[in-house]
């Protein structure tokens, strides 16, 4: 999760760190933190309930009606990604908000110690998550990892967190622009290739390499890749099976295929900057609200405008269904940076009217019991909605329905964030984690004098 808002600070009477009172939070950091993490369940929820080998390389195996066609192109274009990106931005900016004392020539020490204390912690619960709960895309491990290098960069001038924070995306259009390359060579020897092939003539040593991957590459798209076969077979029969440990084994093994694979170095390579970027946006007062309606609503239009129309151009190639070189795969960091930015600027327009504070007001809990959420989501669809031991529901049910079960499961969690924070002070993951970093017991009940959500 992101860096707690209601970090730390020095408490003059008792000379020590203590959480900050509710009376400090930034409320749109709290929107944003909240819209995020309901958001990202929009994300797991086909994950959690498969066929996920299939999908993941051939999105009709998911269910292809026309409403499953349009929701995947608009969560495609709008949100995959974002949502990361948003607790990316805000774990940059929360480390601001948390070592502040810090950076003061004389600031406490016990900041970098408990800023260090609180990371590890959420590495145990990282992989808590993944061993336990069962969820083998667990993003907490993730960002404990990046959290752990991050300290040092707090004091880096924009000037120099924003190229190094763009520096993977820029490394990721690089290598695209080579596959684009690459596939586009493919491509027209293949068109040459196979008219030759069915008149009968020899193909030369390039020619033939050249159909063979493009094969390769049609069965990939098409979900008939031996690899892709195997692995749905053992995810298909995982699923099916009335033993919990058969379901436990392949979500774990889903796991630690994804650590051979690099997907974890993959994940701090994509993580890590995009905080330097949220220290960024903190220095320049944009993430927290103090910049004027006017800067957010230009940012917004060219992060909007630039993202979503790389987005969108990147689904057209991909309906296609077609090994054709695609244009998304220099564009497709860049463009969920562009999208999570205006993301950004749009809540905080949105905070600003007084119909919209009072839409986002809700939200506000959620952000401030986003650690509880994001381990119920976990709990919710991988051992009540999707588990042998839960509703055990079956996959394949299509983009649009599993989306309509999301958006159910996250407006119960927003009502009840909202309702648990009108008794207590935080959330139950939230009072251990802080229990655990400080090595003190904060409050965990509402008392008169801080009552409400702020």
Known sequence: MSQDISAAAVDPQAGHLAPVGP?????VLDVIRGVAILGIFFMNIPFMAGPIWLADSNP???????AD??????IQTTWEGTQRGLLQFLFGAGLMVFARKAMEPDGPVGVADLYLRRNLWLLGFG?????????????LHVYALCALGLFPFRRLAVRWLLPLGLGFAAFTFVTGAIEYRERAQIAATVRTALP?????HRLTATEAAAVKAWREAEGRIAGTDPLIRSEARKEAAARSSPHMADYAGWMIGSYLMLVGKGELLF????????????IAL??????????????????????????MGARYLGCLEYLAFAPQPKTIWMTDELARLAVSLGHVAALNLLVRARIGAALARPFR???????TLYFLEQIIGLWILYSPLGFDLPGGQGWAHLAGQAALVTAGLLVAANVWLRHFAMGPLEWLWRTLAYGAAPPFRRVAATSGTD
């Open 69 to 74: 066609r349009l929701v995947w192109t608009v």
């Open 23 to 27: 009376a400090d939070r930034i409320a």
């Open 282 to 307: 903190w220095r320049l007062g944009f993430i927290q609200g103090r910049r004027r309606a006017r800067d957010y609503l230009l940012v917004m239009a060219a992060a909007y405008g630039f993202g």
């Open 196 to 200: 030759k092939a069915q008149a009968g």
């Open 60 to 66: 009709r195996a998911m269910g292809w009606s026309e």
């Open 365 to 371: 809990a959620a952000g401030q019991m986003a650690f």
């Open 127 to 139: 992989l808590f998550d993944i061993f336990c709960l069962l969820w083998p895309g667990d993003i």
């Open 267 to 278: 994940g701090v390579a994509e993580a890590f900057p995009a905080m330097l970027i949220g």
